[in-house]
């Protein structure tokens, strides 16, 4: 089946149809009579799509084309592969109509907001007695992080004690894109 009903010349109504061959124009054959018929591909209206992507204190401007319907929404992953640039995975952090929205149809979004989450820096308070040491370590997007674990950087061996999400609270593992900060205890 490819929609859910069709116009069937033959029967003179719509009805439930296969698909044979799909290009340019559809073919296809209709479930009641068996008649086989040609039908008209849609074509997808692509949009050029402005993306700032910030990773670290950097930020810069991509241009991507999409599908016109796709629905964007703040917190979506999207890839973005601009041909003048590189290829970067970002997360929507803020779309841009005529105003701030949290989702929208990609053909009406005039700037989409995004963080990259290919490679991300985490930061890390690490402490002993009573004092605090901060790092920030650069790591994949999706490497995992867990209460318990014990991890070494920056010349420090630590355990993981607490996980701060980027939205809101705590959790007992996340993946680095979504951490906002992570103590340790010196071990």
């Given at each position: 089946m490819i929609q859910d009903q069709i116009f069937c010349p033959s029967c003179g109504s719509d009805t439930d149809h296969a698909l044979i061959k799909s290009g340019q124009e559809n073919l296809v054959r209709c479930e009641d009579c068996g008649m086989v018929h040609s039908l008209?591909?849609?074509r997808e209206r692509l949009v050029k799509l402005k993306v700032?992507?910030?990773?670290e204190q950097q930020s810069q401007p991509y241009f991507i084309h999409i599908p016109a319907k796709e629905l964007l929404q703040v917190g979506d992953e999207?890839?973005?592969d601009d041909p003048a640039r590189d290829v970067v995975m970002a997360q929507i952090t803020s779309l841009?109509?005529?105003r701030r929205v949290e989702s929208a149809p990609a053909a009406s979004v005039r700037t989409v907001w995004a963080r990259a989450t290919d490679q991300v820096a985490v930061k890390i308070s690490i402490y002993r007695s009573g004092q605090t040491r901060p790092i920030k370590i650069s790591v994949p997007g999706d490497e995992l992080f867990t209460v318990g674990e014990a991890r070494s950087a920056k010349g420090s061996r630590y355990e993981i004690v607490k996980i701060k999400l980027r939205g809101e609270g705590f959790s007992d593992a996340a993946e680095?894109?979504?951490i906002q900060r992570i103590w340790g205890r010196e071990i």
């Open positions: 008209p591909a849609e700032i992507v910030s990773s999207l890839l973005v841009e109509t005529d680095a894109k979504d």
